[in-house]
């Protein structure tokens, strides 16, 4: 086979399989996406062409992930720094994660993880910002596993900021929103820790291990 055509296909495979991922996560389609896959494509055959070398698929997906996944890379960075106690690093980290121009989906997930590292450091106005700049974006809504989280973290915010009101109806909301999931298990704690009535017993559902009522990001 045609070393150059067996690169096309290679970028084709690697659209399919992590475009199909995305929308089963129901992330939304990203055409910024399509075009980074693209532009990395024709670079690189165009490389092969001028020194006439050919570039192995292997090397091919590598280079084409880590361009297209840069933000989430970062991401994953961010949070093993601020897991262990380096919140300006990884606060830096995100910044620059952002500064690198990421999709819609990959910026909601920087956004997100900055909020929690917000909440983390006691900085409560503005994690609550940025969590509800995300959840009313009607231009870009957030996939349920996003969304859950991100209402899990500002009903977190919210009760830490003494409304108590409104931590309630974003505890239930997460419920809502991904029923069964680590958010909304912990979302159930957080209201019985309350004293607050359970929205509904989530019967049948296996719990999965409180993580305690810290904020939780998502990578």
Known sequence: M?????????????????????????????????????????????????????????IFLIVTYLVTMRARLLVDLGNLLARRGHHQQATNVYGLA???????????????????????????????????????????????????????????????????AKAVVEFNKTIDVMPGSLYASSAQIALDKGKQPKKRTLEGQERENDRSESGKGDG
Do not use: C, W
């Open 98 to 164: 952002l500064q690198l121009k990421p999709d819609g989906t990959s910026r909601q997930i920087v956004s997100l993880n900055q909020a929690v590292g917000q909440l983390q450091q006691g900085q409560l106005t503005q994690a609550i910002a940025v969590l509800e700049n995300l959840l009313t974006d009607s231009q870009h809504p957030l996939s349920p596993k996003h969304e859950a989280a991100a209402r899990y973290n500002l009903a977190v915010g919210y009760r830490r900021h003494g409304n108590e």
């Open 2 to 58: 045609n070393p150059h055509l067996l690169l096309i296909l290679t970028a084709l495979l690697y659209l399919l399989i992590v475009g199909g991922l995305s929308a089963l996560r129901r992330e939304g389609f990203s055409l910024q996406f399509v075009f980074e896959v693209i532009a990395v494509s024709v670079l690189l055959v165009a490389l092969s062409l001028a020194t006439g070398s050919m570039v192995h698929p292997v």
